[in-house]
């Protein structure tokens, strides 16, 4: 679909973030897994799709950014907020079971502390 962006937000106290953007498991989400090692993963997953393609991560992807180190802890995003978005949070509850995987509900807070501790 094109190029997308992700962001790397470091904090001495609480570690490196990655937020990946609109994007599905790549050379560059596995680059940026294995180059900053980050605490923590805000992952836009919902399985979207456009013409057939998915444009955000699904459950495969997932489990691919929880694989690379079992220490992440990954906050799934986007889910449900758009028609073309597939993935359900209940799907994907039933998909990965990992302590490391939080799915909000709409409207719920998770800050960097709730999942730090």
């Known amino acids: 679909m094109g190029n ?7 904090n001495q106290k609480k570690g490196v973030v ?4 609109d ?3 790549c050379k560059c989400v596995d680059k940026a897994m294995e180059q900053y090692n980050p605490n923590y993963v805000i992952a836009f997953a919902g399985s979207a799709m456009i013409n057939n393609k998915h444009i955000t991560l699904d459950a495969n992807d997932l489990n691919k950014i929880l694989s690379k180190n079992a220490a992440t802890k990954v906050i ?3 889910m449900e907020a758009w028609n073309h978005c597939l993935l359900t949070r209940s799907n994907l509850k039933e998909a990965i079971d ?5 799915i909000p509900d709409d ?3 998770i800050t960097l502390e709730d999942i730090y501790n």
């Open 76 to 78: 799934a995003i986007h």
């Open 23 to 25: 994007k599905v498991w």
């Open 4 to 10: 997308s962006h992700g962001f790397i937000l470091k």
């Open 107 to 109: 409207g719920e807070v």
């Open 18 to 21: 990655y937020i990946t953007g």
């Open 98 to 102: 990992n302590d490391n995987l939080f």
